[in-house]
């Protein structure tokens, strides 16, 4: 079974300031690991996955990931916090089989506040 | 283009009711996925639908229920509401046959009282 946990439900950066969000896995056989943002009263989009190839994943409004297998980790960072990054951000882990897109299981979430 | 579509976007229910909800896949999409996102935490997966079938199922009490059409769009049905099903319910398509992303829906906002 694969899981995933987002450290700190809470994250508060100020506006130009360096966006990191913390998520750690675990998973028996190697993984697909998301990227997910919600906005208030919103569905989830995705932001960025990885999925086996590059381990620096780059995805919409300048966030990147990088996968560490030595440390089962897939940190989300952006280098300059925008206002409009306030928002809840999901990380969430699958499996790829014969039957393509297994179920997604994700993390707790982490809010993001930014401070103006 | 049109995304991922869900029908209602709110509902409000009382315990012992039953509930039905709609999602419309992404043109192109083969799959359907719900999740139940209880408020404050993340989406739980309840099951997927292929072919009409239910291909995996989470942890979900068999008051849960779905379907599959043959235009790909999806319904959920919950039998004999608690409080506990109180959540934003969420629809995911994806195309089976590649390594591609499940897309999401707005959600349905489910209110028992």
């Known amino acids: 079974a694969q899981s995933v946990t987002q450290l700190g439900s809470h994250v508060s950066v100020s506006e130009g300031a360096l966006v990191l969000l913390r998520c750690n896995y675990s998973?028996?056989?190697?993984?697909?690991l998301f990227w997910y943002v919600q906005y208030p009263n919103q569905g989830l989009q995705l932001l960025l996955k990885y999925t086996s190839a590059a381990t620096l994943v780059k995805g919409i409004n300048g966030f990147e990931a990088e996968f560490k297998k030595s440390e089962t980790s897939f940190h989300l960072t952006k280098p300059s916090a925008h206002m409009s990054d306030a928002a809840e951000y999901f990380c969430?882990?699958?499996?790829?089989?014969?039957?393509?897109?297994?179920?997604?299981?994700f993390g707790t979430g982490t809010r993001l506040t930014i401070i103006p | 283009d049109a995304g991922v579509t869900q029908s209602p976007t709110h509902l409000i229910k009382t315990r012992g009711q039953q509930v039905t909800l709609r999602c419309s896949p992404k043109s192109g999409h083969d799959t359907v996925s719900w999740y139940q996102q209880a408020l404050g935490q993340g989406p739980q997966f309840i099951f997927q639908y292929y072919e009409e079938e239910e291909r995996q199922r989470g942890n979900f009490p068999d008051r849960f229920s779905g379907h599959q059409f043959p235009n790909y769009s999806s319904e959920l049905n919950v039998n004999a509401l608690l409080l506990g099903d109180s959540a934003l319910y969420l629809c995911?398509?994806?195309?089976?046959?590649?390594?591609?992303?499940?897309?999401f829906g707005p959600g349905t906002r489910l209110t028992v009282l």
């Open positions: 998973s028996s056989v190697p993984p697909y």
């Open positions: 995911a398509s994806s195309f089976t046959r590649g390594l591609d992303t499940q897309y």
């Open positions: 969430a882990v699958s499996l790829i089989s014969n039957f393509g897109n297994e179920k997604l299981t």
